[in-house]
């Protein structure tokens, strides 16, 4: 499949998929299920401390100075995932809504916050799981593999605004949902029936992590 609106190709995903979902002799390598299957609540789109603590579960460390830094993010976060439509998938967002995605990254560029550990690949890791279909994941590894003039121009350091560069990395994902919606139905068939059930978007997540690991 290309992805990356065409500029990267990416060769079996099923493999990488299968590679990241499946056990181990002496377990798992990597978060699913434990991460997309985590319950913190009983209200899932409600933030609470534990959703601060879910992007360990994929090697991120969340000392005390991060841990202080995003609870006091928390009522912010909170009314920025109020503001997304419900039951809305990435694949069929409209413009008004991605800019919302866009938006919840806005307390990224508050000085007072820029001076702390807590970037833009930690606010997705603790956001994504309350809207696994709309909201991404993203580290430095998909920043990477995006990270194209045709596609999203480098990071937010270059003079753009968080919201402004997750607004064109939002959209060049909904670019390659779309232009590999069938695709992914099929990747996402080969969740076992036993764990969570994973969104298109996280699977996209997979594939390009996954490649770009290899």
């Given at each position: ?31 699913y ?10 209200d ?6 534990g ?50 995605v ?52 480098p ?5 753009r ?10 959209r ?16 996402a068939?080969?969740?076992p029936?036993?764990?969570?059930p994973?969104?298109p ?14």
């Open positions: 499949m290309k992805l990356a609106k065409g500029t990267r190709e990416v060769f079996d995903a099923e493999s990488l998929v299968e590679e990241y979902l499946g056990p181990r002799k002496r377990g798992l390598r990597y978060a299920p434990y991460y997309d299957g985590l319950v913190t609540n009983d899932p789109d409600l933030l609470c401390t959703d601060l603590l879910a992007p360990s579960l994929l090697g991120v460390h969340v000392d005390v100075d991060r841990m202080h830094t995003l609870t006091a993010l928390t009522p912010l976060l909170q009314r920025a995932l109020d503001k997304l439509p419900p039951g809305i998938e990435l694949i069929e967002a409209d413009e008004v809504t991605l800019d919302l866009a938006a919840l990254y806005d307390p990224l560029d508050d000085p007072d916050v820029s001076d702390r550990d807590v970037k833009g690949s930690l606010i997705a890791k603790v956001l994504h799981r309350k809207r696994p279909a709309l909201v991404p994941l993203f580290d430095s590894k998909v920043r990477i593999f995006y990270q194209h003039e045709d596609c999203v121009p990071s937010p350091r270059d003079g605004s968080w919201r402004q560069y997750m607004g064109l990395l939002v060049a994902m909904q670019y390659d949902l779309r232009e590999n919606a069938e695709e992914f139905r099929r990747l068939a080969l969740v029936s036993s764990g969570p994973v969104t978007l996280r699977m996209l997540d997979v594939v390009v992590w996954m490649s770009s690991a290899v």
